[in-house]
């Protein structure tokens, strides 16, 4: 699942609120000018809500979740929808973390999200992030 989205903004709708972020459910994720697989997930309202989201084949290449269809279904996918996966990033004073217990996928063609948790002990909720390869 290698994220393909452009370089604007894709307004999304969340099938229910992001763990903690109730009762927001709208949200813009926008890529960050110049940082390959590095996004924006803000709050389209006045919360002032905001997270990064990376591309974890860029920043975490041996990730491979399995995506079950009752993930899916809780995204409300089609067969034929684009279905993308991205990791939470968070700043500790031990660096850059993510969790890949529980990403963030989104119908880009219904333009739908859910985070959802992974029944896979294989991914940690804090992974440390590394520098992507160069090419």
Same mark, same amino acid.
């Given at each position: 699942?290698?994220? !393909?989205?452009?370089?604007?903004?894709? %307004?999304?709708?969340?099938?229910?609120? #992001?763990? +903690?972020? &109730?009762?927001?459910?709208?949200? &813009?994720? @926008?890529?960050?000018?110049?940082?390959?697989?590095?996004?924006?997930?803000?709050? !389209?309202?006045?919360? +002032?809500? *905001?997270?990064?989201?990376?591309?974890? @084949?860029?920043?975490?290449?041996?990730?491979? #979740?399995?995506?079950?269809?009752?993930?899916?279904? /809780?995204?409300? @996918?089609?067969?034929?929808?684009?279905?993308? /996966?991205?990791?939470?990033?968070?700043?500790?004073?031990? +660096?850059?973390?993510? %969790?890949?217990?529980?990403?963030?996928?989104? %119908?880009?063609? &219904? *333009?739908?999200? &859910?985070?959802?948790?992974?029944?896979? @002990?294989?991914?940690?909720? *804090? /992974?440390?992030?590394?520098?992507? !390869?160069? !090419?």
């Amino acid at each position: 699942m290698t994220p !393909t989205l452009p370089d604007t903004t894709m %307004n999304l709708t969340f099938t229910a609120p #992001p763990p +903690g972020l &109730a009762p927001i459910v709208d949200f &813009a994720l @926008s890529a960050v000018p110049e940082a390959e697989g590095l996004y924006t997930l803000r709050d !389209t309202g006045d919360a +002032g809500v *905001r997270l990064f989201l990376v591309d974890p @084949s860029v920043y975490v290449p041996d990730y491979a #979740p399995r995506i079950t269809d009752e993930h899916l279904d /809780a995204l409300g @996918s089609g067969p034929d929808d684009l279905v993308e /996966a991205y990791v939470v990033a968070t700043i500790t004073d031990d +660096g850059p973390i993510v %969790n890949l217990l529980a990403p963030i996928l989104v %119908n880009v063609t &219904a *333009r739908t999200a &859910a985070q959802v948790i992974l029944d896979d @002990s294989r991914w940690p909720l *804090r /992974a440390a992030l590394v520098p992507p !390869t160069a !090419t």
